[in-house]
Nanobody
Framework: QVQLVESGGGLVQAGGSLRLSCAAS????????MGWFRQAPGKEREFVAV????????DYANSVKGRFTISRDNAKNTVYLQMNSLKPEDTAVYYC????????????????WGQGTQVTVSS
């Protein structure tokens, strides 16, 4: 069982930066693949970034490549999402998720979810 708590969301102007954090409970955090997803009003939840357990293989949605960076600190049971050059279209609720197994970009394949944190980018 893993419990996830996101933080770091807020209001930022276009071109600005935010860093989201996701703190996980449990002693086996290092064995979980961790993902970030987002959901804007009226839209489906979409993949943003993922980092595998072990060597930390990463993958990103095309819309955020080169602007967002996912990382993890297993000693702190925390995964991060550094978001730079933010755009109004990045506005959404951002969710942290965990799964056992290799990285996947499909949200139904994740077993554990945080409550979400709002990111709003003004133009």
């Amino acid at each position: 069982q893993v419990q996830l708590v996101e933080s770091g969301g807020g209001l930022v102007q276009a071109g600005g930066s935010l860093r989201l954090s996701c703190a996980a409970s449990g002693r086996t955090f290092s064995r979980y693949t961790m993902g970030w997803f987002r959901q804007a009003p009226g839209k489906e939840r979409e993949f943003v970034a993922v980092i595998s357990w072990g060597v930390g293989i990463t993958d990103y949605a095309n819309s955020v490549k080169g602007r967002f960076t996912i990382s993890r600190d297993n000693a702190k049971n925390t995964v991060y999402l550094q978001m730079n050059s933010l755009k109004p279209e990045d506005t959404a609720v951002y969710y942290c998720a965990a799964r056992e197994g290799p990285p996947r970009t499909s949200h139904p394949l994740y077993d554990y979810w945080g409550q979400g944190t709002q990111v709003t980018v003004s133009s």
